[in-house]
């Protein structure tokens, strides 16, 4: 499963793919749900990067409905990450969107475009939360990096600053030298 997040992180999706196929369908065979479940989120994550919107976030909210069920704190804060990193994306405009794409998922980007800067700032404030409640420090810092980043695109520089400074203080507890050099030059990008 690791190894399918790590492709997936590095957006080898077609990689990432084969992989968690494999594992969820191990886990389904032999009833092992603490690994099926992780990994069908992050194949909806994948289904989403590649093209398939819709399918994607059914997958995505099917797992965090399960998991809030059956009270699986350890992965919320990681699901609403990573849902939260999507409509960040969306917003950000990071990767160019094909015309077919477009079409496929016409119906979805109608609805959630719009609204997209909000979903995002409500999932990675709802990661903070459930991350806080467990000490989940790495999930945390990424959070708020990512929040002081829609903060910034937002131009709420105030906000901004408040998240990166929050971020750069884990990441230097947690010796995470990339995301600090990262979090360090979005901090200084506000002057």
């Given amino acids: ?90 917003i950000e405009g990071a990767a160019p969107v094909s015309f077919q794409t477009v079409i496929k998922n016409i119906g979805f980007l109608i609805k959630n475009v719009p609204f997209a800067a909000k979903k995002a700032e409500y999932h990675f404030n709802k990661a903070l939360e459930l991350a806080k409640e467990i000490g989940a420090d790495g999930i945390m810092a990424q959070s708020y990096h990512r929040l002081g980043l829609l903060h910034r695109l937002k131009k709420r520089n105030d906000e901004a600053k408040d998240c990166f400074q929050k971020a750069i203080e884990i990441f230097e507890e947690l010796e995470a030298e990339e995301f600090l050099r990262q979090s360090n030059e979005a901090l200084g990008s506000l002057g």
């Fill in 1 to 90: 499963m690791y190894l399918g997040v790590a492709y997936a992180q590095n957006s080898q999706f077609n990689k990432a793919e084969p992989i968690l196929e494999e594992v969820l369908s191990y886990s389904r065979n032999v009833g092992f749900e603490s690994i099926g479940s992780p990994t069908a989120a992050f194949l909806g994550a994948i289904f989403v990067a590649k093209g398939d919107m819709s399918n994607g976030f059914k997958r995505m909210e099917a797992m965090r409905k399960r998991w809030l069920e059956i009270d699986r704190r350890a992965c919320l804060p990681t699901i609403e990450y990573v849902i939260g990193s999507i409509y960040f994306q969306i």
